[in-house]
């Protein structure tokens, strides 16, 4: 008997999953595992500060606190119907609509989720009425809330839960009561708690995902998408015609100072997905480098690595369907800012040009370790852009004769070489000794190519 059930489970759950890959607003899988590449380098910067959403993280010790508070803002949501009959009712069809999507549940998730349907059916419940008040109403007075660190969480990858069951119990609440289309008012709540900068207008057309984190990254592939291009071929935005291409500046940004490239940031947006706005513009023209400014705050690193773990399954997904994934642009703005930053000195450069506005008091060290940290795990091979014809013309570009670039980067060099030199002793090295090894090395480099010339 055990085993018929079992297998009728089987069945049941491969039939929803083959019926519901038509489904924009769900799809098998769509909260996966962060990958071993990415996950190795900061295990923890993958995991929940504040809150846990979804069964991933549910228990542990540190997120307790906010149990509570979920509690609260469930209590907020169904504040009209607290002290009447109705409100039985409405938990009742909750947990039926969240019962009846079990299979569903289950499978957006890239493992195996060991609990009893009850108990994954109630974190579904208190997790989405909590994310429910916090759209519609914003942080209430009532309880004291880590606004940062909730956003930071919210977009984590491994801590998500469906978008078709936050569509599906505020369809369950408030039934009549809305107005608009169910997932266009919450995706509209979403881009205004994430993006509050450049949510002005926009298409009918709904920008669907399988969780917030996936909502957010492709409403901001959707606005950069419909930006119009300049005539310009070196403007560039996100083209999807462009192909794969390993890329790579060859210059950090104080060289390309040297080579007569002028760095200014651009008038038009900022860098919001992970610092404010949705919109970003990289623009080299006539010699001039346009930059969108990056603000340095509390959830730019979460977000950002967010963004990159997402843009890293989408890769691996569209791969293993024979397709090429071109939205991994958090991904190559990333490894951009690598390149174009190889020492304090280009962070203090970018700093005085109002390209990087650091809001944490961060040293110039310190932000060349977050830059060179982001993109650790990173394989520059397999990142699809459309910032290729930029970037070799960036290499490529000269406008300045080379006794007034020598200057300039030999200079730089010496301060790089001074810089790791500080960086080797601060460690405990023994200056002394790595000297005399230095030298003993080109001593005998030197003694064996004169053995070799004279026999």
Request: proline share 3%; glycine share 4%; net charge neutral.
């Amino acid at each position: 008997m055990e085993e018929k059930h079992k297998l009728e489970r089987v069945i049941e759950r491969t039939t929803e999953l083959l019926r519901s890959l038509e489904y924009e607003n769900w799809q098998p899988y769509s909260s996966p595992i962060v990958a071993e590449e990415l996950r190795r380098w900061n295990e923890k910067a993958y995991e929940p500060k504040v809150v846990s959403i979804g069964p991933r993280f549910k228990g542990r010790r540190e997120l307790l606190a906010m149990e509570k508070t979920k509690l609260w803002y469930m209590r907020s949501l169904l504040k009209s119907q607290l002290h009447t009959s109705e409100l039985k009712t409405t938990l009742k069809s909750c947990m039926d609509t969240v019962l009846s999507s079990d299979d569903k549940v289950r499978a957006c998730y890239g493992e195996e989720i060991k609990l009893d349907r009850y108990e994954l059916a109630r974190i579904m419940l208190f997790d989405t009425c909590f994310l429910l008040e916090l759209l519609i109403s914003g942080p209430t007075s009532d309880v004291d809330l880590p606004m940062k660190d909730v956003l930071s969480d919210l977009m984590l990858v491994e801590n998500q839960i469906p978008y078709f069951i936050l569509v599906q119990l505020h369809e369950s609440i408030f039934q009549w009561e809305c107005l608009m289309d169910t997932a266009e008012f919450i995706e509209s709540r979403v881009w205004s708690l994430f993006y509050p900068v450049g949510l002005t207008s926009r298409s009918k057309t709904l920008v669907r995902g399988g969780h917030i984190l996936e909502l957010a990254h492709r409403y901001v592939l959707w606005m950069n998408r419909h930006l119009s291009l300049q005539p310009d071929h070196s403007t560039v935005l996100l083209d999807i015609n462009n192909q794969e291409k390993h890329f790579k500046l060859k210059r950090c940004v104080t060289k390309f100072q040297g080579f007569g490239v002028i760095v200014t940031p651009s008038q038009d947006n900022s860098l919001v997905p992970i610092s404010g706005s949705s919109k970003f513009l990289f623009k080299f023209s006539d010699g001039v480098l346009q930059i969108p400014t990056l603000d340095i705050t509390q959830t730019t690193e979460p977000m950002w690595r967010s963004y990159i773990a997402w843009e890293c399954h989408k890769k691996k997904q569209q791969k293993k369907s024979g397709n090429v994934f071109q939205g991994d642009i958090f991904t190559f703005l990333a490894l951009l800012f690598n390149d174009l930053i190889c020492c304090a000195s280009d962070v203090h450069l970018l700093k005085n040009k109002g390209i990087i506005v650091d809001h944490l008091g961060m040293s110039n060290h310190d932000l060349v370790d977050f830059f060179r940290s982001i993109t650790n795990g990173i394989d520059p091979r397999f990142v699809h852009s459309s910032y290729n014809d930029m970037i070799d013309a960036l290499n490529t570009y000269s406008s300045t004769h080379c006794v007034v670039r020598f200057p300039v980067i030999l200079w730089h060099s010496f301060g790089q070489f001074w810089e790791l030199l500080l960086k080797f002793l601060s460690r405990g090295y023994n200056f002394a000794a790595a000297l005399i090894t230095l030298l003993t090395v080109i001593q005998t480099f030197y003694a064996v190519i004169s053995y070799h010339r004279s026999n």
